[in-house]
Nanobody
Framework: QVQLVESGGGLVQPGGSLRLSCTASGRTFSIYAMGWFRQAPGKEREFVAA????????YYTDSVKGRFTISRDNAKNTVYLQMNSLKPEDTAVYYCASGVGPSQIVGVYDVWGQGTQVTVSS
């Protein structure tokens, strides 16, 4: 059974930082690209960041460039999202996903985690 489990979400003040983790089981982690998406209440799920199988290529949506960093440790079957300089508009449920290639498109990913809540508020 393929499974992705996210952790690291929580409540943080504006300007603060969080690091999300997503650990995979049930498939060979290193042969799949990984992505992070988020969904705020009443909005569609949106792309945040993606990373290639080796970790050599990364992609970000414009609103998080320079603030968020995606990385992966294939030996630990884990992908990370380091989030700095957080803003209230970053508040959402964050999901990790596994797919055949790094992409902004939801449909490219065939396995999803359950999500972790990130709330940025004073």
């Amino acid at each position: 059974q393929v499974q992705l489990v996210e952790s690291g979400g929580g409540l943080v003040q504006p300007g603060g930082s969080l690091r999300l983790s997503c650990t995979a089981s049930g498939r060979t982690f290193s042969i799949y690209a990984m992505g992070w998406f988020r969904q705020a209440p009443g909005k569609e799920r949106e792309f945040v960041a993606a990373i290639s199988r080796s970790g050599s290529n990364t992609y970000y949506t414009d609103s998080v460039k320079g603030r968020f960093t995606i990385s992966r440790d294939n030996a630990k079957n884990t992908v990370y999202l380091q989030m700095n300089s957080l803003k209230p508009e970053d508040t959402a449920v964050y999901y990790c996903a596994s797919g055949v290639g790094p992409s902004q498109i939801v449909g490219v990913y065939d396995v999803w985690g359950q999500g972790t809540q990130v709330t940025v508020s004073s």
